[in-house]
C-alpha cells in the first residue's frame, strides 16, 4: 500500500502558456509550479520514491512535468509500476497515461537541480475545469 502527496489544485493555478512543441518528450528546469509528489509503502524499512510534478500550459494543451528519485533501491519494481500505472484526468477523462518519461535525479540533493522531463497529454485546455487529478498507478510491495 502507497500514498501518495500531491495537490492537483497547486497545478490547475500554476497553468501558464510556454512557447514550445507539445510533440515528444521535452524538457524544462524547475519553477515554483513544481510541487513535491511521493510514493511510500508502509512497512517498508525507507523512503520509497521522491518527485516533483508540475502541469504546464503548452501552447493551449496540457502537459505534465516531473523529475524524481528512487529513495529505497528495493522498491524500484513497484515503483516503475507506480510510475507506469500513473494518469492524469481532466473533466471525468483520462489524457495521460505512464509517467515512466520522468527525468532521474542523481539523489535526493540533487532533485530540485534536475532539469524536469515533460510529455503532453494532447487535451486542449478547457475555460473551465471542473475535476483535474493526477495520480501514480497502483503498486504492492512485499517484505
Given at each position: 500500500m502507497f500514498s501518495t502527496k500531491f495537490c492537483a489544485v497547486a497545478f490547475a493555478v500554476g497553468l501558464f502558456a510556454l512557447p514550445a512543441s507539445a510533440q515528444a518528450v521535452f524538457t524544462m528546469p524547475q519553477d515554483k509550479?513544481?510541487?513535491?509528489?511521493?510514493?511510500?509503502?508502509?512497512?517498508?524499512?525507507?523512503?520509497?520514491?521522491?518527485?516533483?510534478?508540475?502541469?504546464?500550459?503548452?501552447?493551449?494543451?496540457?502537459?505534465?512535468?516531473?523529475?524524481?528519485?528512487?529513495?529505497?533501491?528495493?522498491?524500484?519494481?513497484?515503483?516503475?509500476?507506480?510510475?507506469?500505472?500513473?494518469?492524469?484526468?481532466?473533466?471525468?477523462?483520462?489524457?495521460?497515461?505512464?509517467?515512466?518519461?520522468?527525468?532521474?535525479a542523481e539523489n535526493v540533493g540533487a532533485l530540485r537541480k534536475t532539469k524536469a522531463n515533460c510529455k503532453s497529454t494532447g487535451a486542449v485546455i478547457p475555460r473551465k475545469i471542473d475535476d483535474l487529478k493526477v495520480n501514480y498507478g497502483k503498486a504492492t510491495f512485499r517484505n
Open positions: 509550479d513544481f510541487q513535491p509528489a511521493n510514493m511510500r509503502w508502509s512497512g517498508a524499512t525507507a523512503k520509497g520514491y521522491d518527485a516533483f510534478m508540475a502541469l504546464k500550459n503548452i501552447d493551449g494543451k496540457l502537459a505534465l512535468c516531473g523529475v524524481g528519485v528512487v529513495t529505497n533501491i528495493q522498491l524500484n519494481s513497484a515503483i516503475m509500476r507506480g510510475l507506469r500505472g500513473g494518469t492524469v484526468k481532466l473533466n471525468g477523462k483520462t489524457v495521460l497515461k505512464d509517467f515512466s518519461f520522468f527525468a532521474k
